[in-house]
């Protein structure tokens, strides 16, 4: 098998893949994060109509002129716009579009009418900008998608203590990768055969399929299903930007008394060791509410409530690691701990003491 064999074998399996992988986020059949999956699902099919032109010629074995198409190209340039809707759902499912959201309107509006001047003939200064505002529009989209997924990030740390299936790391990854291949394929556009390109960009872009095949298969719902107690997680991340104005939410006699009880409670009951440990279940346990636990946490201790329960549980990993008669792998010390998973337990061990626990266990002067 040659190499344009090969490529014309890893083109079928992208537009195969992208497309089984939108119906299968379309059906969302384990009925999570609805809303986020059905936009990702619609830019999975988009994404895929950019290989149809190649898997049609294939088929009729002849070249068809499908990107030529006036609909489909105007229908492709809305791919990265499905891909940050379905970001923003992710970071936000209560997010709902509002008449200022017609500004997502510009690009296309722009983009349609260099398309109708194409049409009509003009197609020197249209094609130039056509280019242009695909360009734009990508860039555009996919920097502010990453900019939306390293806020969700921050914005998790304030209620949930294990944010390793919630961070959505997967998505940022893949923004890294399509942009880094982009600038790539743009270079040898610019500078060299783009089609000596072809088999590598595919092979790029099939990896990156199955990534997102297998991390969006199995993405949790990242906030609880009961719409009050997810309005109360939202409005929470909401009011930490607030903090920085130092808005009182309550009297500081009433802050040092909740902060006591929940030491008290942290050394006594240690919920910590719970590893689906939130915000929502602390403030149950405190009988308080989670805005006014937020912020004393926030407040009290200056800290979010990722760093503040993760401190008891690496103190507690601690304890275990130095003791010469555990019998305890790392991993079953992770778990011991309250952590989901070991890569969790080492990062935060790492970040927390500057040292590995198998570094820390390993020059323990007890054992």
């Known amino acids: 098998m040659n190499t344009s064999e090969l490529n014309s074998f890893i083109v079928i399996l992208i537009y195969g893949s992208l497309v089984l992988l939108s119906l299968l986020k379309l059906a969302n059949p384990l009925k999570v994060n609805r809303k986020a999956n059905l936009w990702f699902g619609i830019f999975l099919f988009l994404w895929s109509t950019f290989w149809l032109d190649e898997i049609l010629f294939l088929v009729t074995g002849g070249k068809v002129e499908f990107q030529s198409l006036f609909l489909v190209r105007f229908i492709q340039f809305f791919t990265p716009v499905f891909f940050y809707f379905s970001v923003l759902l992710y970071t936000n499912p209560s997010f709902k579009f509002t008449i200022t959201d017609l500004k997502f309107l510009l690009f296309p509006i722009a983009f349609l009418i260099c398309l109708v001047g194409i049409s009509l003939g003009y197609s020197s200064p249209f094609e130039y900008l056509n280019i242009m505002l695909i360009l734009a529009q990508a860039l555009l989209y996919t920097g502010v998608s990453y900019i939306t997924i390293r806020q969700h990030q921050r914005k998790i740390q304030q209620f949930s203590s294990n944010t390793e299936e919630i961070d959505l790391n997967w998505l940022e990854y893949i923004i890294v990768v399509l942009f880094i291949v982009n600038i790539i394929y743009i270079i040898y556009n610019l500078f060299y055969d783009p089609k000596s390109l072809n088999f590598f960009i595919n092979s790029v872009f099939l990896l990156v399929i199955y990534w997102v095949a297998y991390y969006s298969l199995k993405q949790k719902e990242i906030y609880p299903i009961e719409e009050k107690q997810r309005q109360e997680l939202i409005s929470i991340d909401e009011e930490v930007h607030e903090e920085k104005i130092k808005r009182k939410l309550i009297s500081d006699e ?11 409670i942290m050394n006594s009951q240690q919920p910590y060791l719970d590893s689906e440990l ?14 006014h636990l937020s912020y004393v946490i926030n407040t009290g201790f200056e800290k979010n409530f990722f760093q503040y329960v993760n401190e008891y549980r690496i103190e507690y990993a601690k304890i275990l690691l130095k003791d010469p008669e555990s019998k305890f792998s790392i991993l079953g010390i992770a778990y011991e701990s309250g952590f989901n998973s070991k890569t969790s337990f080492n990062t935060t061990f790492k970040k ?10 390993k020059i323990s002067p007890d054992l």
């Open 254 to 264: 009433e802050l040092l008394k909740i902060k006591m009880e929940l030491e008290e």
């Open 278 to 291: 939130n915000l929502i279940k602390m403030a149950e346990i405190l009988s308080v509410s989670t805005h």
């Open 352 to 361: 927390m003491t500057g040292q590995t626990p198998s570094e820390y266990r």
